[in-house]
């Protein structure tokens, strides 16, 4: 996703430039630039993807430097792009809040009556789309 590896691209470099990562100044640029292209709250799940990540890396890198990193760890980088193959891959994040699904899952009687299992699924998830050709 673009978004993502945008702020990714920017924290990356203010990092390797020994900078932090500038994470309310990245964030603030970001989302004024992506919010009325595709919403503000699907960039506000791409930029908190993108901190979940870091915040991740930064716990890595702690754990390291107290001798706590799992043994079969040998090598730590910070967050890389979105990509798939080594081509991009399209993402689409979508807030719990945007969306229901209503799905059957099991159907099945029980002495002549007919019982309907059905699950109300709220989630976040990513839409993965495949470019063919």
Not at 9 to 30: A, D, S, W
Not at 40 to 60: G, P, Y
Not at 94 to 105: A, G, L, P, S, V
Request: glycine content about 4%.
């Amino acid at each position: 996703m673009r978004a993502y590896n945008e702020i990714n691209y920017e924290r990356r470099q203010n990092f390797f430039n020994k900078q932090g990562i500038r994470r309310r100044e990245t964030y603030k640029k970001c989302y004024d630039k992506y919010k009325k292209e595709i919403g503000s709250a699907t960039i506000q799940q791409v930029l908190n993807k993108n901190d979940e990540d870091w915040r991740s890396f930064f716990e890595q890198l702690k754990a390291k430097r107290e001798d706590r990193l799992p043994l079969f760890i040998k090598k730590l980088n910070p967050p890389g792009y979105k990509k798939r193959d080594d081509k991009r891959e399209l993402m689409m994040f979508i807030r719990k809040d945007q969306y229901e699904i209503y799905e059957i899952r099991s159907v099945f009687t029980d002495w002549g009556r007919l019982v309907i299992c059905a699950y109300h699924i709220r989630a976040i998830f990513v839409l993965r789309v495949i470019r063919v050709g």
